[in-house]
């Protein structure tokens, strides 16, 4: 256990309908990644926050997308009008980051598999 | 643009062997390089993070290089067991970047007692 929790571990939903997934990172943590994950690939980047500021998003990120972190602790990810496409493992991450510091170590959390059918 | 490969055929070894994993990566030289272990539906784990200045790392059993003329790095499991049994990923961060990480396909290693 990492210590970056996810909630829901698990979400089947019906095409068109939204699902909104939690992060919880680890407390001193100021940053937070989010990543998404199909069969058989490695986790792709979607978008990342310092503190409450997102400071990058992936053109993976469709308009369908959206992510807030309000108070610079958990984080939300929202899809709307989800497509079957989207079904993927949706992957928090958490990191130190230190300005000075030229390298960044993230520790994941375990995951919330989305399922559209 | 800058490209990460691994091996994705699984590798499978013997309890007691080292098990050695590649991971290139191709236009681009990334400042430092980390690997995950990755179990079915779980999250990646942290296992080492390697420096373009360093050659070599180690913790435990495990074994990190970086080779920058070749633009590879080589992870070694030594006396491999069957709890090694994994997927495990390359994660350099992105050109020019230093922490947005661009993951391998990963390499799904299995250790057969």
């Known amino acids: 256990d990492t210590g970056v929790s996810q909630d829901p571990r698990h979400k089947i939903t019906k095409r068109g309908q939204n699902v909104t997934f939690r992060c919880d990172p680890i407390s001193e943590h100021n940053r937070l990644y989010w990543y998404r994950q199909t069969l058989g690939q490695g986790p792709e980047f979607l978008t990342y926050?310092?503190?409450?500021?997102?400071?990058?998003k992936s053109r993976l990120l469709s308009d369908r997308f959206s992510a807030e972190r309000p108070k610079g602790s958990f984080s939300t990810l929202e899809i709307q009008r989800t497509e079957q496409g989207d079904s993927a493992m949706y992957l928090c991450?958490?990191?130190?980051?230190?300005?000075?510091?030229?390298?960044?170590?993230?520790?994941f959390g375990p995951g919330t598999r989305l399922t559209v059918l | 643009s800058q490209k990460i490969e691994q091996n994705s055929e699984a590798l499978n070894i013997q309890e007691g062997k080292t098990a050695t994993l590649t991971c290139n990566y191709t236009n681009y030289s990334p400042a430092y390089l980390q690997w995950y272990r990755q179990d079915p539906g779980r999250g990646p784990v942290f296992l080492l993070l390697?420096?373009?200045?360093?050659k070599e790392k180690r913790k435990e059993r495990l074994k990190v290089t970086f080779d920058t003329t070749l633009k590879q790095s080589l992870f070694h499991i030594t006396a491999s067991q069957p709890a090694d049994s994994a997927t495990y990923l390359c994660a350099p961060p992105e050109n020019g970047g230093y922490n947005k990480l661009i993951f391998g396909a990963g390499t799904r290693l299995a250790v057969h007692p």
């Open positions: 390697i420096r373009e200045n360093e």
């Open positions: 926050f310092q503190n409450e500021a997102q400071l990058e």
């Open positions: 991450a958490s990191s130190l980051g230190h300005r000075d510091r030229a390298t960044d170590t993230q520790y």
